[in-house]
């Protein structure tokens, strides 16, 4: 597993549950390390030992925690980065939505040895979408709906998402856009601001 997704799974649960809930995650998955290096590769076990162990502790269902993690990614006030990256797929969640295709090509300019999934949208009505992921690592599907549910709150749309499915290598969200200037959405520039 491509370090930069342990080290997001380390940063999410120290944010949200503080570092000495992360400190008994790791003494009961049994890494042997204290924390995750972004840009080195872990063996899969690694990964889902930390993942049994921070359901364990915090009493919640993988997938639950997972999406939630997806949520944090793009809604965290200092984990801007790939809340960008996602936010130049266009100025609708629609637009933001048909760029999905593209994402991990996009995800590769920055970080050449990270495979993500192949995400494959559909659209089956006017209004409603499935969008297929194939390949990676069998977590992405949990953290791909908690990033499409945060996206759709940052575009102001209302939106809802459902994880239909997985089985060996694939997974499905199904996508019903209601509405897509439902809300206000957050701010976005193109251009980063400098401190």
């Known amino acids: ?78 984990r801007i980065a790939l809340r960008r990256l996602l936010r130049f797929g266009g100025e609708s969640f629609l637009d933001f939505l048909g760029s999905l295709d593209d994402l991990p090509d996009r995800a590769r300019l920055a970080l050449p040895d990270l495979e993500l999934p192949r995400l494959t949208l559909h659209r089956e009505r006017s209004t409603r979408y499935r969008l297929e992921i194939t390949g990676g690592f069998p977590e992405f599907g949990p953290i791909a709906l908690g990033v499409l549910r945060a996206m759709a709150d940052d575009y102001g749309a209302l939106a809802y998402l459902d994880y239909a499915r997985q089985d060996a290598g694939r997974a499905v969200i199904r996508i019903d856009v209601h509405e897509v200037c439902f809300a206000e959405g957050r701010r976005f520039e193109l251009a980063a601001r400098l401190a």
Request: contains cysteine.
């Open 1 to 78: 597993m491509h370090g930069l997704i342990n080290a997001s799974l380390q940063r999410f649960l120290c944010d949200t549950y503080g570092r000495a809930k992360w400190d008994e995650i790791v003494r009961a998955a049994g890494l042997g390390i204290s924390d995750f290096e972004a840009l080195l590769s872990y063996d899969d076990a690694l990964t889902t030992a930390v993942l049994r162990a921070a359901a364990f502790a915090l009493d919640k269902v993988e997938d639950m925690l997972l999406e939630d993690m997806g949520t944090y990614l793009v809604s965290h006030p200092e």
